[in-house]
């Protein structure tokens, strides 16, 4: 019977020790909701799991002021989505991203799954990392030679290599994640469609985000690619055609743009063609909501 080592570090110097001494034979484990399936099938098999919940450092949610913009945000690796999708700063500033959180999963899930376990497991299909994608966050990467976290700002684009994959290395961990809050102008919203309304695994996402004086959008997509993507192409298609005459026909330009930035499969949960067609659909939904019903409010 399987019966690995369990480790209860306290502070993220001790975690990454017992990394860094195990050497590839240890796993760092927060939730547990991706990695206990693995371990039950057997997928992995680590001799020890250090369990990262008794690490206060990695928790807390942080605006520091600018006094030039809104701040910088920093959450630590450790929130739960539930937490994520119910705190007042995120929903405030980053409203995307509470609402790419409340769509995980199940209420129970929610209570578990970490917004760092997200990011480090890399499914093209993770919310919370979508959104984060589209608002350029950084990750703050700590290990025993380094627990300043000089790998301090790696930009989440390029953190992921493949399905499951990133560049942390055995003996790292994820301390934060951060991010400049958008200004308070800009817009955002996440959408996700998946085979049902709880208990889904995206099968198209689109995390947008319109900030009207800088005259941009952020789009990044998931279940599209073998990682999140941000779509660059339609971003700069739009800020170079917005706002012309004609708005609905740039959005839509924008909309068939994006779906050059995926590389769709087919698999159990929808085929490559219907995943293209809903990223044009999504993302015109998106930006019409966020460019033109702003446009009308303002
Ligand atoms: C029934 C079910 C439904 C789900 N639905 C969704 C969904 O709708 N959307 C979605 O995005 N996800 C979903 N998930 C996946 C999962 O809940 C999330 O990815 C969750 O955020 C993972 O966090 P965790 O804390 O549970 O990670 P864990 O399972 O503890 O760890 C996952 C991986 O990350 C590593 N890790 C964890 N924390 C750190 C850290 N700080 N530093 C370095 N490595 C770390 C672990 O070693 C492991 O490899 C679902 C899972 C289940 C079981």
Redesign the pocket.
């Known amino acids: 019977m399987y019966e690995p080592a369990w480790k209860f570090p306290t502070t993220a110097l001790e975690a990454a020790e017992i990394l860094r001494e195990a050497a590839g034979r240890a ?11 693995r371990l039950r099938s057997g997928d992995e098999r680590p001799e020890v799991l250090v369990d ?1 919940a008794g690490i206060e450092e ?1 928790g807390g949610v942080d605006l520091t002021p600018d006094p030039d913009a809104v701040g910088q945000m920093t959450m630590g ?2 929130n739960t ?1 539930g937490a994520l999708a119910r705190d007042d700063l995120v929903r405030q500033h980053v409203p995307l991203l509470a609402e790419a959180c409340a ?4 209420p129970q ?1 929610r209570s ?7 990011v ?2 890399a ?1 093209p ?5 979508v959104a984060l994608l589209a608002l350029d966050a950084a990750v703050r990467v700590v290990s025993a030679d380094d627990c300043e976290g000089d790998r301090a700002g790696l930009p989440l684009e390029g953190f992921f290599t493949g399905p499951g994959e990133t560049v ?1 290395r055995d003996d ?3 301390a934060d994640i951060s991010f400049d809050c958008p200004a308070e102008s800009a817009r955002s919203l996440y959408l996700k469609a998946g085979q049902r309304k709880a ?4 099968i198209v996402s689109v995390a947008a985000l319109y900030e009207p004086e800088a005259g941009l959008v952020r789009i990044a997509l998931g279940s599209v690619a073998p990682t999140a993507v941000r779509a660059r192409d339609a971003e700069n298609l739009f800020e170079s055609e917005w706002p012309a005459g004609d708005c609905e026909a740039v959005i839509d330009a924008v909309a068939a743009r994006a779906v050059g930035s995926a590389s769709c499969i087919d698999d159990v949960r929808a085929s490559g063609r219907y995943r293209r067609i809903l990223i044009e659909t999504l993302t015109r939904s998106a930006l019409r909501r966020l460019c033109l019903d702003l446009e009308e409010d303002g």
């Open positions: 796993t760092p484990i927060a939730g547990g909701t991706d990695l206990t399936a990262l990695f690796a450790l989505h769509t995980v999963g199940s899930i578990r799954g970490t917004v760092g376990g997200n480090a497991n499914s299909a993770a919310d919370a990392a942390l790292e961990l994820i208990l889904a695994i995206a």
